[in-house]
Structure formats: C-alpha cells, structure tokens
C-alpha cells in the first residue's frame, strides 16, 4: 500500500524553478509570484507557541510576531455575580407563562462580563538600503516541510530568504543569501502596537512590553493600561544576527548589516504567562530569562541542524497521513491563480488534497501549548482589536477548531484543548453556582480567553441573549474528552483526567434541567445559539424553554459519560441517574415543513437561511442522528439544511460538510467543499468587483469573513468524515464519496476504538484497506451492503482485499 503513494505515477512532473524544485500542481505547496500585500495573503508559520506571518516583500520584508500566550487581562474573578442566579426562578415563572418577552428581559440579569483579547506581539521587518526592481520574484510555503522561501534577483545578484519557526529550538529562523559576495545590506527593525520600548544590547535587538488591561473588556476596546504598576502579561522579543562576512552595526533600535552574502537572524519571544490562575506580572515566569536561554541555546547551532530539528519534529506529525485523488489535468499555477481558477469550477484535485493538508499544517503549527488551544485565528493575529476579540467562542468555534485533530491524527494537538477544558472547570463550578445555582459540576458559556472565564458574556445586562446567555459549552466540550479516548484508548487519560470533568459537565445538566408541563426534562430557560424565533404576534426573541440545541448537547454529554463511567466501572448510581434521566428528555419534534424542530414549539424562525445549526449537534458533531439508527430524523436533519441553504460563512460551510458526509451524501458535500474553497479577496483590497462572502483568501485562509480559521479545520475535518466514518463498534469507509473522488488513496486516518485506516478505492469501489489497532479490539468494517468484522491485538495489522 505504501508503495501507491510513493509511485504517485500519475501525475507527478518536476519543475526547476530558480534553484528550487517543485512539482506541478502541488499538493503541498503555496506559491505566488509577488510579494503579500494584504494580511490575507501572506504565509504562516508557528511552533504551535510562537508565529510568524511572513510577507515576502523585496525593499522591504515584513512580518508579524505572535507568542499564542499574549492576551490582555489577568486571571478571572469568577464570583463576579455572586447573585445572579436568584433571578432563574423569575425567568422559568415568565417561560412557564409563555411570557417570552419579559423571559428575554429578564435573562439579561443573567450575565457577566465579556472576554478578554488575543493580543498582537510585534512587527520585524527587514529593509533592504539599496532599493530596487525585482525580477523573478518567487514566494512558497512548503507545508511538508513548514518552510517558507523567498527568491528573487535584483541587478544580477539571486537573493534567497528561507523562515520556519523551530518546536524542538523554539525561535523563529530567516536565513538570507545573496548569489553575489557582500550583496547583503539591511536593517532591521521592531516594533508593537502594545505599550513597550526597544533597545539594542550587545548586537541583540530587544522589545519589552505589555498587553493591556481592560476596566471592561468588550469586542470594541482600545488598549488600556492601568497605571497600577505590575499588572498584565509582559513580553519580549529578542532578535541576534549570525553572519559569515560584513559587519554588523547597532543604533538604539535597529541592527545594520552590510557587505554580507550569508546572514541568519535568529528571533526569540516569551511572555509572563505563568497559567490562567497566576497573576502574570505579580507570579509570572521570567520571560526575558527564557528568550535569552531559548536564544542562546539555538545560537550555538548552525542554520542546517537547527532546520534538520525542525523538520523532523515536523514531519512526525504531518507525514502520518497522505491523500491521493488520482488523476488531475489542472496546469500548474501560482496558488491565487489557481483557487480563481478553481472557484470557476475547474478541476484540481491537488488543490482539495493542498486544503486538507494545509488544515492539519494549520493545527500542528498553532496547538502545541499546555491549557492554550488555537483561538479563533490559530495564533496569528496582527490586530490590536481583532474580529470577535480573536477569543474562544465556544458554541461553535473553538469545538471546530478541534473536529480534525483525532481522526487527521494529530491527537496530541488535541491536548492544548483538553488541558484548556481542565482549567475551565476550575472556573465553571463558581459560574455553576453563582450563575445558575447548581451546586454540582461545572457550566462554560459562549465566551472565554486565556484565563479559562466560564461566566455568560453580555456586559452584566448590556448584550443580546441570543448569543450572551447559553450555558451549555461545559456540555459540548466534555464530548471532546470521550472523543480522545476513544480513538486513542488511553484509559489512563480518561480516569485520571477526563472522566472526572465529564462527570462535572454532566452533574451541572443534571441539575439545570426541569420538568415541562407534560413531565418531559428541558432546559429553562435555553436559547439556541443565535438564532431567533418569530412569534405569531411578531415577537422576535431568542429566550424559550426546550430548545432543542440544548438537548442535543446534553444527550452526548450524557451517553458519553455513561459509556465513561461503563469503561472505568465506576460511578453505576450516577450512571442510572444520567440513564434516567436521558430516557426523559423532551423528544425531538419534526416540523410542519418536515424539518427538525429548532424551537420547542414548531415556531418560525426569524432568519431561516441563518448560519447556526446547533440543533442538528446529533448528526454531527454528535451522533445519535444516523441515516440507519433514526431516519426520520436524519430526513428531518437533512430537510433543515435544505431549507437553509449553502450559502453562509466559511466556519458554516465547514459544519455543513460534514453534515453531508454524515447523511451520506458524499455529492452535497462535495459541491459544498468546493464553495468553501472558492476564492475572497482580502477585506482591505479595493477592486471593482470584489469578491466576498464565505470563502477562502488567496492564502488559503478560511474567510468567514473576516479570517477565521474555524473553516479551514472544520473544513479539513470534513474530508476526512467523507472516507471514514466511525463509532465504538464499526467503521464505515468511504461512506460520503463523491463522483468527482472516482479514484484514490488514503493513509491515516483515525477511526473510534482505536484503529488506523489506509485504503484505497478505484470507480468508486474499495480496493484493499490496511486496518491497525493502537490497543487491540473489535470492529466491523462496513463499505457499502458488506460487512466484515475483525479482531485484532495491540499494534496488530490486518491487510484485506474487498
Ligand atoms: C459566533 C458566530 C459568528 C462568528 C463569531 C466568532 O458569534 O455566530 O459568525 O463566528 O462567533
């Protein structure tokens, strides 16, 4: 099997382009001719810590610094509201009345403060003194390598810049070559929007400052710095220049090198960030000590070793998984080029496999840190008051952002995310209690930030419940605990860590919910993420009881936590009371237009085409919706998204496809991963035309828009949902695959119970598939009408010919 990928006969034809060889229509290659001008087309790189957005520009070469710890803010007090909750009973009284238009009033007693921001570090930029016109100007990434390259020539002389920023050294590389002797001559330069000062020390250029803190944080909020002294995150940067010839000179804020022909700039970033329950000025960790020590240790490598390090480091995680579509006619083109090309409804298969790639590069590059998972733009964030406070917005977006980390095999990407849920825990039992007066567990909510805030947003009264008041994130994200466990079968994990926080989402559902009049269990009140029902009198609200978003959450909280506790044999009495209590929840209800009912009753919805689609969390990413377990349902699933249409936002369209793939129907998905991928300009490009909507920007960035990187992994996640699906008990392999995927190969990917799956398909029909098994188990694979059941040990293989 491996050998299919390595032969890749088809279509392979190697280009030399300026010294550097690529192959045509590569499915791991961005390329441009010219230089980024906008934020959205420029290259990312990062060490799942620190990143860097490279713009490959010629007199001048700019890129932006980011360190995934800097937020504004300082840990949460959690017991903000510690009276909150007393206004609950009040809302059920008006729910239980059908008074929904004093519900919606009075639910806005029910909120806290908004998140804290995502905070850009700084800017380094490279200026050439002599300026000049370029010729042959070739820019890359290369995501199977993480490398970014820059080539052009100016007056005869080739000059080359290469970036990758490092896990295993931490600092971020640029080497610049010249074709010519001494044909190197540059300064370079820092600077932040945040409050900070530069200086140069001994030839290390150095920027120390620090992120803000906000009286009231809220998506519109300038940077403030109380002056009380030590407060907020302090961060550095420190920058040290290695160079074969010329010399090196230093002002008070620039370092200048001339007559050289080989230089390395080796950059170093740290904050104070010490956890999100320490005060980071008062108990942080001494950030300028650890850049100087990162620097000095990766100082003492040459460039080869320090790239041969990053690479391998890598490529562990990228190459576990290949895709292969067969055949494809598309020329070779720059990447801007070829996505226009694309959204014009040519072929390119290379291009689908670039994107779901290009997802998994994404992921190993901005989640590898402890408690900190990539937030809404991964960790590469140039603004002062970005989108949505660049936060974690948990009733869709930082769940996404994680759809593709178990079964794209980078499962301990999924970690930062995990460890993240622990601290939310921490902070979520007082929001349980003061907030909803529930004693046991712990709640999360839309919002949160780096200091693991739980309490409902809105501004104590100020915001729209529509989207402030929703208590259900602890719910949704304990489903990504069983998630890790079951396709890694790490029952260490699950006991020491997950299940305990599992059972603590389960406990607060358990005491929320309330009985209807019928003597059903719902939620009271509920609202389902951002949308809004129309009343018959004209009411526009978003406040009800039993919708059925909440529910849906609640039913995978549940399953997966009796299936938890059955693992562990642990907890049976709980285990009965969720089991109870599950057999109890207020059933799904189709409505008059054959969809599955959003609202308790069958309401109008004040937007029908509107991008949230919580309700159908049961198809996916939950799973108690299935074509073959509940039909009527999955009918119901599918009616809603007929009716919602395809166009929406680049985080929606990702949803969506997988949804397809879950109803089986491989074409719809398809049709939909191809408007995902069609081409945005960059917000701030003016053109006659502009083209706008949900997207992706010429650098392969998801465009909600604005950049949000939810797509691009929602997106990725969803291919991998079309060749296998799976759950404690069966694989399905190729359950969504569409007409245009006739042929193909896979390796990789993951599937429930712990097994990998490689494969490969031809007319539509599987070929022969390579199952492995991590712990040994049971499973049956299905394709099609056939089964077949296998038993394998722990690191066993079995190779079948179907
Ligand atoms: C939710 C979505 C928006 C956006 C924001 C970050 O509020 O409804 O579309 O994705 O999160």
């Known amino acids: ?295 000095n240790k990766a100082f003492e490598k040459p460039f080869d070793k320090l790239k041969e390090n990053h690479i391998a ?89 994680y759809w593709l980390a178990e079964n794209t095999n980078l499962s301990e990407m999924h970690e930062s995310l995990l460890s993240f849920v622990k601290n939310l825990s921490v902070t979520g039992k007082v929001t349980a209690k003061t907030f909803y007066g529930i004693n046991e567990g712990w709640a999360a909510a839309h919002n949160s930030d780096i200091w693991a805030m739980t309490n409902p947003v809105g501004q104590f009264g100020k915001e729209e419940p529509m989207w402030a008041c929703w208590p259900m994130a602890g719910a949704w994200l304990s489903t990504h605990i069983w998630e890790h466990y079951t396709f890694t079968k790490d029952q260490e994990y699950l006991k020491k860590e997950g299940y305990p926080l599992m059972k603590g989402a389960a406990q607060f559902c358990l005491g929320w919910l309330v009985t209807d009049k019928n003597g059903n269990l719902i939620t009271s009140p509920s609202t389902s993420p951002e949308n809004q029902y129309k009343l018959a009198d004209g009411f526009v609200g978003a406040t009800l009881y039993g919708g059925t978003a909440d529910l849906a959450m609640i039913r995978e909280c549940f399953d997966k936590t009796i299936k938890a506790s059955k693992v562990l044999n642990t907890d049976a009495d709980f285990r009965e009371k969720l089991e109870k209590a599950l057999a109890k929840l207020y059933p799904y209800q189709i409505g008059k237009k054959g969809n599955l009912q959003e609202w308790y009753f069958d309401w109008e919805d004040d937007e029908p085409k509107h991008r949230h689609q919580s309700h159908l969390f049961g198809l996916f990413p939950g799973n108690h919706i299935t074509p073959e377990k509940t039909p009527d349902l999955a009918e119901a699933s599918r009616k809603t998204l007929e009716i919602k249409g395809d166009e929406t936002t680049g985080w929606s369209k990702g949803w969506r496809i997988n949804l397809w793939a879950r109803l089986w129907d491989g074409n719809r998905a398809y049709k939909m991963y191809r408007e995902l991928l069609r081409y945005v300009d960059p917000d701030g490009k003016k053109t006659e035309k502009p083209r706008r909507g949900g997207g992706t920007y010429p650098n392969l960035f998801d465009a909600h828009p604005p950049f949000q990187i939810d797509g691009n992994f929602g997106g990725a996640a969803a291919v991998a949902e079309m060749l296998v699906q799976s759950d404690e008990n069966e694989i399905r392999l190729l359950p969504a695959l569409p007409d245009a995927w006739e042929e193909g190969a896979v390796k990789g990917i993951c599937a429930r119970g712990g097994f990998e799956i490689e494969m490969n398909w031809s007319n539509k029909e599987l070929q022969k598939v390579v199952v492995s098994s991590k712990k040994g188990g049971k499973t049956t694979l299905v394709f099609g009408d056939k089964k077949r059941e296998i038993v394998l040990k722990k690191g066993e293989k079995q190779e079948i010919s179907w």
């Open 1 to 295: 099997m491996n050998s299919s990928f390595m032969k890749k006969t088809f279509f392979i034809l190697l280009l030399t382009f300026y010294g550097t060889t690529i192959s045509a229509q590569s499915s791991h290659v961005l390329w441009y001719k010219q230089p980024a001008e906008f934020f959205e087309e420029s290259l990312v790189l990062g060490n799942g810590k620190m990143g860097a957005t490279v713009f490959g520009g010629i007199n001048s070469d700019k890129i932006y610094l980011n360190d995934i710890t800097l937020w504004s803010g300082e840990p949460v007090n959690a017991n903000m509201s510690p009276e909150a909750y007393k206004n609950i009973p009040a809302i059920r009284e008006a729910l239980k009345n059908e008074n929904y238009k004093l519900a919606e009033e009075l639910n806005k007693k029910v909120q806290g403060k908004n998140s804290e921001s995502y905070a850009p570090l700084g800017t380094l930029e490279i200026n050439n003194t002599e300026k000049g016109k370029a010729t042959n100007y070739y820019r890359e990434l290369d995501i199977s390598n993480a490398t970014s390259k820059v080539t052009y020539e100016m007056d005869g002389v080739k000059y080359t810049r290469e970036y990758f920023v490092s896990a295993p050294d931490q600092v971020m590389i640029i080497k610049l070559t010249s074709s010519q002797k001494g044909a190197l001559n540059f300064d370079i330069s820092l600077k932040s929007l945040l409050k900070s000062e530069v200086t140069v020390r001994n030839n290390v250029l150095i920027i120390n400052g620090n992120a803000p803190i906000h009286e009231n944080a809220g998506y519109k909020v300038l940077p403030k710095y109380l002056e009380v002294q030590e407060r907020g995150t302090r961060f550095t940067t420190l920058i040290q220049v290695k160079k074969t010839d010329g010399q090196i000179t230093s002002s008070n804020s620039t370092l200048t090198l001339k007559n050289a022909s080989e230089v390395v700039i080796y950059v170093s970033v740290a904050t104070s960030f010490n956890g999100f329950d320490k005060n980071p000025a008062t108990e942080g960790v001494n950030e300028v000590a650890i850049a100087a020590q990162n620097l």
């Open 313 to 401: 480091d890598y490529q562990k995680f990228y190459n576990r998984v290949d895709l292969d579509l067969g055949k494809t006619t598309a020329p070779d083109l720059p990447t801007d080029e070829r996505l226009l090309r694309y959204s014009d409804g040519k072929e390119d298969k290379n291009l689908e496999i670039l994107y779901f790639k290009y997802g998994r590069y994404l992921l190993i590059s901005s989640s590898r840190t402890l408690g900190v998972p990539a937030n809404l733009q991964g960790l590469w964030n140039p603004y002062l008051n970005p989108p949505w406070s660049s936060n974690y917005t948990m009733n869709i977006n930082l769940e996404e952002n």
